[in-house]
T-cell receptor, first 111, second 111 residues
Framework: QKEVEQNSGPLSVPEGAIASLNCTYS??????FFWYRQYSGKSPELIMS????GDKEDGRFTAQLNKASQYVSLLIRDSQPSDSATYLC???????????FGTGTQLKVEL | DGGITQSPKYLFRKEGQNVTLSCEQN?????MYWYRQDPGQGLRLIYY???????QKGDIAEGYSVSREKKESFPLTVTSAQKNPTAFYLC??????????FGNGTRLTVT
C-alpha cells in the first residue's frame, strides 16, 4: 500500500463547477497535510495547509481533513481554466521532518 | 526577493559523468530537501538536511550525494552510480513550523 494515494485522473469539470480532489494516507501518526498545485513543467506551489480535523477555507479553496478516516480532500469552487493543473497531496511523516507526496491528480477545467 | 534558486534550469550530461546541481536559498531556512520527480511517480525524497553539516538519506539516496557546509546552500551530486538519472530535480526548504517551498527545478538529461 502506498503511503499517500491519489487518483491520477484526469478529473474533468466544467468551468464554474466545484472540483473535488481526494487523498488517503497510511500513517496514522501524520500531523500535517498540504495541497500543492503543479503546472506542467513547473515546480509545485503550496495552495493549502491543514493540521486539524475539519475544514479550512481560503478563497475558492477548501481543505478538509478527517484523521479518523485518514482522508484529506481539496474542494475548488467556481473552477476556472487556470485551475487546470496537477494537484499533489503531501503528508508530514517521520515526525514532520519530511513530506511524503502522492502521485497527483490531473485536473482539467473545460470551457 | 527571498526565494530558492536552482541552477541550471536544464542540464545535459553523458552517461558515466558525475554532475552537481546547485540549490541556494536566502530565506534563512534551517531545513533543505532534494526531491526527484519522474512522470507518473510523484515526488520522491533523495536527501534532506535539518541543520548545517548534517543530512539524512531519504527514500532513494543511492547514487546521490549531498553536502551542507553553509545554511544557504545544499548542492546535490548525481553520481555515475545512479542508474536512471534523467529526471526533474526539485530543491525545497522550510523554516520552523512553516510549509515546504520549492525552487524552480533542474531538468537533468543523461544520454
Amino acid at each position: 500500500q502506498k503511503e499517500v494515494e491519489q487518483n491520477s485522473g484526469p478529473l474533468s469539470v466544467p468551468e464554474g463547477a466545484i472540483a473535488s480532489l481526494n487523498c488517503t494516507y497510511s500513517d496514522r501518526g501524520s500531523q500535517s497535510f498540504f495541497w500543492y498545485r503543479q503546472y506542467s513543467g513547473k515546480s509545485p506551489e503550496l495552495i493549502m495547509s491543514i493540521y486539524s480535523n475539519g475544514d479550512k477555507e481560503d478563497g475558492r479553496f477548501t481543505a478538509q481533513l478527517n484523521k479518523a478516516s485518514q482522508y484529506v480532500s481539496l474542494l475548488i469552487r467556481d473552477s476556472q481554466p487556470s485551475d487546470s493543473a496537477t494537484y499533489l497531496c503531501a503528508v508530514g511523516t517521520g515526525g514532520g521532518n519530511k513530506l511524503t507526496f502522492g502521485t497527483g491528480t490531473q485536473l482539467k477545467v473545460e470551457l | 526577493d527571498g526565494g530558492i534558486t536552482q541552477s541550471p534550469k536544464y542540464l545535459f550530461r553523458k552517461e558515466g559523468q558525475n554532475v552537481t546541481l546547485s540549490c541556494e536559498q536566502n530565506l534563512n531556512h534551517d531545513a533543505m530537501y532534494w526531491y526527484r520527480q519522474d512522470p507518473g511517480q510523484g515526488l520522491r525524497l533523495i536527501y534532506y538536511s535539518q541543520i548545517v553539516n548534517d543530512f539524512q538519506k531519504g527514500d532513494i539516496a543511492e547514487g546521490y550525494s549531498v553536502s551542507r557546509e553553509k545554511k544557504e546552500s545544499f548542492p546535490l551530486t548525481v553520481t555515475s552510480a545512479q542508474k536512471n538519472p534523467t529526471a526533474f530535480y526539485l530543491c525545497a526548504s522550510r523554516g520552523t513550523s512553516s510549509p515546504l517551498h520549492f525552487g524552480n527545478g533542474t531538468r537533468l538529461t543523461v544520454t
